[in-house]
């Protein structure tokens, strides 16, 4: 009997041709892109030329192109290994040269071939073959107070998710230039699957944790960890946690921790997400995928049971990272569980983790082929100095695993108004850390020249000036500017038919929402929008979204802004941003917005958020943003 695989991984051939198994490598991993080929062409925009640097595309630069269209870039010939501690220049390395914006309303970009502006370098972690093993998956990275980069994998003996696997650690101590030799945290024996190698460390103590899982044929699995106090070297005896699991209401018996990182509060206290479901042999919808947390309070010498995030089998988390808000919120960011073309999905703990509100989507990246993804905070934050600066890698791709993309976000990972392609081929799971002086890593599985799901697994090492194409450096801040209003603070002038209510809401900038309610399409509300400075801005709605969301028309001053804009998902709740269309403000002071129910439907001249269609007469408003 052919027992099914993770996350449908026993996929028809289309499946296999867009990535929608979860649990391992599709077999579209296995094509690399030709140049010229439909795979690596260039994205919708048809690749016009950009203005010059720092060549800023408008909105309709970027076409009318569906939210879903494929956007990849040329395959770029391979970076070399680079033994210098020195970033180099990223120009005719592995690193594209798109610069995209995530969103129309705030898209930016560099021409190909543009002149390189910042750092990039690159360097390979585990080569094609080495320790003997079939290949490396499925990644971890850590940065010690030390500055010692630490990189974990499991080195697959067989390919399957279920196979003979190893758990393998390296360590640089050059800033990832160049790599110790593998040191193998756990060996197997007798066909042992250990899986999901997940870093933990401790800024305070320098203490590393390194949790990983014990599969048994993606039916069962056990919990360990080990701990580390000298950067690495050595490892302590392993402890096993999975009786922290034994209390889930769901009774389910497969649990994993990670991938990639967990992370410390700026209390001290330490947190691992950890996901969870029933036997493989359930069918996907009846897993009830869901994710849970870990945390310590001792510096990682012992844990507890945090939250779980509800489950929802129309939001089934499972791989995921976890950041911390400005405002001390935690924060996990996940996968859609089987595979497909999903947005995110997002929950929320406004108490350190140990209560989760119900998971939603979240567009603030397009959706692409789910994949475990990087996420990183490297600047600012809950208590802390600077500007709010979150980074997030994925395989930037709706039909196969390729176009490895990193973007930056400097509102708590609500928008990503930069965005770059890394590497243009096949890529596959990624994490990403910094080091001290800023310098942002990213590790990730490239290329199938071996014939096999990944081929090498690589370190790109760069700044934000070359993430930014020059728009944002350490020193100098980013260009990017917007004014936010706050929904529920937004003075209301008038209401025609058109019912207005503060509303709790921990997805919110807030923390509160504005909710609309009409009874019939043409209700309408006038609201005040104190505006700081004049100039041309994009204007920009985020809004709670679900099947039943209503379309909007948006005004200032009397003048529509745009079409109406829909914010509907085809199914479950989630937060967008609507990009409403750029107006110009003459002067500083208050200005009119107003905003009104459109007919369901929206009718010819509606624009969809990702996502579908709309109906209902009720909308949640996050916030307004004016952005130059």
């Not at 051939?13 to 094509?31: I, K, L, N, Y």
């Not at 890394?422 to 080091?435: E, K, N």
């Not at 209003?485 to 509303?503: G, I």
Request: hydrophobic share 35%; with cysteine.
């Amino acid at each position: 009997m052919t027992r099914p695989r993770e996350d449908g991984a026993d996929r028809t051939p289309r499946q296999a041709r867009t990535g929608e198994a979860a649990g391992g490598p599709s077999a579209a991993q296995a094509r690399t892109a030709a140049p010229g080929s439909a795979a690596a062409a260039e994205r919708p925009d048809g690749g016009r030329p950009a203005r010059a640097d720092p060549a800023c595309r408008t909105p309709t630069e970027f076409g009318a192109a569906s939210p879903a269209a494929p956007r990849t870039a040329p395959v770029l010939p391979a970076a070399p290994r680079l033994a210098r501690r020195r970033l180099l220049a990223a120009g005719g390395l592995s690193a594209g040269a798109l610069l995209l914006g995530v969103h129309p309303a705030v898209a930016r970009g560099i021409r190909q071939g543009a002149p390189s502006i910042g750092e990039f370098a690159e360097s390979v972690v585990w080569a094609p073959g080495e320790d003997g093993v079939v290949e490396h998956f499925l990644y971890g990275l850590a940065v010690t107070p030390r500055g010692t980069v630490l990189a974990c994998s499991e080195a697959r003996l067989a390919a399957a998710d279920t196979g003979a696997h190893h758990i393998t650690v390296k360590r640089s101590t050059d800033g990832g230039a160049t790599w110790s030799s593998s040191q193998f945290v756990e060996e197997s024996t007798n066909g042992a699957c250990w899986a999901n190698p997940t870093l933990v460390t401790d800024p305070s103590t320098g203490r590393v944790t390194l949790f990983y899982a014990l599969n048994d044929a993606n039916d069962t699995s056990r919990v360990f960890f080990r701990g580390s106090r000298d950067d690495g070297r050595t490892w302590s005896a392993r402890t096993e946690v999975t009786g922290l699991f034994a209390d889930d209401p769901a009774g389910r018996p497969f649990h994993l921790p990670g991938p990639g990182h967990g992370i410390a509060l700026r209390d001290g206290r330490l947190v691992l997400q950890v996901w969870h479901r029933q036997s493989i042999d359930h069918p996907a919808e009846q897993r009830q995928y869901g994710a849970s947390v870990l945390v310590s309070d001792d510096h990682g010498a012992t844990w507890q049971a945090g939250g779980r995030i509800p489950v929802d089998p129309v939001h089934p988390v499972n791989e995921a990272r976890l950041f911390e808000r400005a405002d001390g919120a935690l924060v996990l960011d996940g996968r859609y569980s089987s595979g497909g073309v999903h947005p995110r999905i997002r929950a929320v703990s406004t108490d350190r983790g140990r209560s989760w509100a119900p998971p939603v989507f979240d567009t603030a990246v397009r959706s692409y082929t789910a994949v475990d993804s990087g996420l990183v905070r490297l600047t600012g934050g809950h208590g802390r100095p600077g500007v709010s600066r979150l980074l997030f890698s994925r395989p930037d791709s709706t039909t196969a695993r390729e176009n490895m993309t990193v973007a930056v976000s400097y509102d708590e990972g609500r928008s990503f108004p930069y965005e770059r392609v890394v590497y243009a081929g096949v890529s596959t799971y990624s994490d990403l850390a910094h080091l001290p002086d800023g310098t942002a890593l990213l590790l990730y599985g490239k290329d199938t020249s071996t014939g096999h799901s990944v081929d090498h697994v690589a370190l790109a090492r760069f700044d934000l000036a070359w993430l930014t194409g020059g728009r944002d450096s350490l020193r100098t801040g980013p260009a990017w500017h917007q004014q936010r209003f706050d929904a529920a603070a937004l003075p209301v002038l008038r209401r025609r038919s058109l019912c207005t209510a503060r509303v709790a809401d921990p997805y919110t900038a807030s923390g509160h929402g504005l909710l609309l309610r009409a009874s019939t399409p043409g209700a309408s509300a006038d609201f005040r929008l104190d505006v700081e400075r004049p100039g041309r801005y994009e204007l920009v709605l985020r809004c709670k979204a679900s099947p039943s969301t209503p379309p909007l028309s948006v005004a200032v001053d009397g003048e529509a802004v745009g079409p109406a804009v829909a914010a509907a998902l085809p199914d479950g709740t989630g937060y967008t941003e609507l990009p409403c269309g750029g107006y110009r403000f003459a002067g500083p002071g208050p200005h009119t917005l107003s905003l009104t129910v459109a007919p369901v439907g929206g009718g010819a001249g509606v624009r969809a958020a990702p996502g579908g269609t709309s109906a209902g007469l009720g909308i949640e408003l996050d916030y307004v943003a004016l952005r130059a």
